[in-house]
């Protein structure tokens, strides 16, 4: 046979028998040494892992559930509880002070109650955030949630006001100039029983007052020692600094994204196994921490993954392959460490000895209670 | 005579690699459904009509807000659906009732169907006609908003 034609047909049954999907483990040179292994005796979900300027240290924070009965667990410079708040059931929005105080509002309810660290509710008060927003916009603390304490003992709080439902202003364009022409970020102020407006923070990067992409329009945000606020977007290649009062831009770049975010056209906004698969083909920044005890930031970049495997079952998002991105107090890029598949990227906490990151295998053997690996890593300014 | 036997092969291999990429959303859905069922559920029969899932994802609180409705008019699922479909792993998190739901409750043990590509997320129902799937809807908090009842009547 001829070696022309041997090839040709080699290519053609490459064609028609692609390799197995699911098969997306990471390098075996992974660069991050264990130093400990966290058994939790409960699971974590919704985490965040923050800079809080009160304490002037980094706060872990997330949602369980023990008996069905849902709590949130506030921690400082750890992942184990310093304070538990006791939840009468699924929130619509939280707000959080500090380690002693919690805001909460649960569904179809004007009434806002503030609880104490021993889950009393100390006090009740009303705030309408449809007057100012309109029926499609409430806020969204689950996201991005900080809050400042200044001299007077009042608190601002700091979070999203502009999710809206994609469907009702993804297809136009006015509205979507209208809806990311608002702050990207709003301050309230808490004061005695009161919440009150006191001003918007920077704005949208112009890409979302265009048709064009920002589909994924969810962002995240940090806030740094400096007080600036660092956002990150899915489909962009770029951070955006909000510092004294400016916006600035940084180039981000991860090594596995090799071409820019396209959504095919009229995608079903509603359809999430549509939008599942949309995104199995994107290279995308899911999320971004600040680490306050080592002052560098860690992008979360969600791979490229097969969607659909040859025996009918799908892979989740939640399995999509990833890498961190680390920058370092300048923002630029000083390392990219490919993860392994077995780590869970949405259970990722910052403490002083290192990084935690779930393990979904041990997690598994421990009976669905979380358990995490500390990871040391290193001090990229120094 | 050896390169007319290679170029029918390669046109052979072509064409087959053709015929796969017009499969449909839906006859991809509706074979990955019958292997399924094949692997699962052996002994179950495929007739037309509509079967009703509970998956994970989509509105959590509007799944389970759907269900307790549902729970309390189980004579009209019974009437409406051919059978209902949940894994072990939904049991855990959602009370044993939904069992109740209907006389034909197929739970996979493995817990393979959260994991299956139906096309389907939290509450979903799948129309079959023929063996094949004709429909397929899911609950989304929009349908949530305007009533379970719109939701079931909602066209494919």
């Known amino acids: 046979m001829r070696p022309k034609l041997v090839f040709l047909i080699i290519i053609q049954i490459l064609i028609v028998f692609p390799g197995r999907g699911n098969n997306y483990t990471s390098s075996p040179e992974f660069p991050l040494v264990p130093i400990d292994t966290i058994n939790l005796d409960f699971s974590v979900s919704m985490s965040k892992s923050i800079f809080v300027p009160e304490y002037y240290t980094q706060v872990n924070y997330y949602f369980t559930e023990i008996n069905e009965q849902l709590y949130f667990i506030y921690s400082i410079d750890s992942i184990k509880p310093t304070t538990i708040f006791k939840l009468q059931g699924l929130l619509t929005s939280f707000y959080c002070l500090n380690k002693d105080s919690l805001i909460v509002n649960y569904p179809n309810s004007d009434q806002y109650l503030l609880i104490n660290n021993k889950s009393e509710i100390i006090d009740t008060f009303y705030f309408d955030f449809s007057k100012i927003y309109g029926e499609k916009k409430i806020p969204w603390t689950f996201l991005n949630l900080f809050s400042n304490k200044n001299k007077n003992g009042e608190y601002f709080l700091y979070f999203q006001t502009t999710i809206p439902s994609l469907h009702n202003y993804q297809r136009s364009l006015d509205s979507r100039i209208k809806l990311f022409s608002e702050p990207i970020l709003s301050c309230y102020k808490f004061s005695g029983n009161c919440i009150k407006i006191e001003k918007g923070i920077g704005k949208y990067p112009d890409k979302f007052k265009s048709l064009d992409g920002m589909y994924n329009y969810i962002y995240h945000v940090s806030l740094n020692r400096n007080l600036d606020f660092i956002f990150s977007f899915y489909e962009l290649d770029s951070l955006s600094i909000y510092s004294n009062g400016e916006m600035k831009s940084k180039y981000l770049n991860s090594k596995f994204k090799t071409k820019e975010i396209k959504y095919k056209k009229n995608i079903d906004d509603y359809d999430l196994t549509e939008y599942e698969e949309n995104s199995s083909k994107t290279v995308g920044y899911l999320n971004h921490y600040y680490d306050s005890y080592r002052d560098q930031y860690y992008i979360i970049v969600k791979k490229q993954y097969p969607y659909e495997n040859e025996d009918g079952t799908y892979n989740k998002p939640e399995d999509a392959p990833w890498s961190i991105l680390i920058l370092n107090d300048k923002f630029e890029k000083v390392d990219e460490i490919d993860m392994p598949n077995h780590l869970r990227k949405q259970g990722f906490f910052i403490v002083p000895e290192g990084i935690a990151i779930q393990d979904k295998i041990l997690t598994d053997q421990n009976s669905g209670n979380s358990v995490l690996v500390l990871y040391k890593i290193k001090n990229y300014n120094l | ?156």
Do not use: W
Request: aromatic share 14%.
């Open chain 2, 1 to 156: 005579m050896k390169k007319v036997v290679y170029f029918i092969f390669l046109a052979m291999i072509s064409f087959g690699t053709k015929i796969y990429a017009q499969e449909t959303v839906l006859e991809k859905r509706t074979r990955f459904f019958n292997n399924y069922m094949k692997e699962q559920f052996p002994e179950f029969k495929i007739t037309d009509g509509e079967y009703f899932f509970i998956l994970p994802g989509g509105c959590v609180p509007c799944n389970k807000a759907a269900l307790k409705i549902l729970l309390g008019n189980t004579e009209e699922m019974k009437k409406r659906f051919q059978a209902v479909l949940f894994s072990q792993k939904t049991l855990k998190y959602l009370s044993d009732t939904i069992k109740t739901l209907h006389s034909t409750t197929l739970i996979d043990t493995t817990n393979k169907l959260d994991r299956m590509s139906f096309g389907m997320f939290g509450i979903g129902i799948l129309k079959i006609k023929d063996q094949k799937i004709i429909g397929i809807k899911n609950l989304t908090a929009e349908d949530y908003k305007q009533g379970i009842i719109y939701f079931l009547n909602k066209e494919y």
